[in-house]
């Protein structure tokens, strides 16, 4: 388990992330019309998840943004916004800012990403809610880099995610 902390206080989640160099996990998530989208609907492309507890944060909401812009400037790579929140959400704060250069998925159905990824918090107010993590993946399914932020309320650190791509 990862030892993190919320505001401050310690938390765990269910597990640690995948290793770098290791497959990453096939993954089924729901998008802001409901469809359900799988690991492999993104094959050829390399992918950035960005995976966090709740849009409706301000940390998370940053977090879309700033991949968002980054987003653009990427050959051949989709960020994934991943969290529980349902897709209404996902898909009001994406319009509302104007955020075409993400997608955005929901693990609300089955919570079945956060246990393959090992990155679900296991206990206090935040349980089940996915913890704020970036995985990132080469065209064939490599990892190329993970991080587990050590601070819920903290930003992950997009500089070194994106030149893991490099």
């Known amino acids: 388990m990862a030892k993190i902390t919320l505001e401050g206080t310690p938390v765990e989640t269910i597990g640690n992330l995948p290793e770098v160099g290791s497959k990453a996990p096939d993954f089924k998530l729901t998008d802001t019309d409901l469809k359900d989208q799988s690991s492999s609907d993104f094959e050829g492309s390399r992918l950035v998840l960005n995976i966090f507890p709740s849009v409706d944060t301000g940390t998370c909401a940053q977090s879309v943004r700033t ?46 990403f956060g246990k393959d990824y090992g990155l679900a918090f296991a206990g206090g107010t935040f349980e089940t809610l996915l ?33 893991s791509l490099s």
Request: aromatic share 6%; charged share 25%.
């Open 67 to 112: 991949f968002n812009e980054k987003a653009s400037q990427l050959e051949n790579t989709k960020v994934l916004c991943i969290s529980k929140d349902l897709p209404f959400a996902m898909a009001r704060f994406c319009g509302a800012e104007g955020l075409d250069n993400v997608i955005s998925l929901s693990d609300y159905k089955t919570g079945q």
């Open 131 to 163: 913890s704020r993590c970036v995985v990132v993946i080469d065209t064939d399914g490599t990892i190329l880099h993970t991080e587990q932020v050590s601070e819920v309320a903290n930003e992950p650190d997009y500089t070194s995610a994106l030149n």
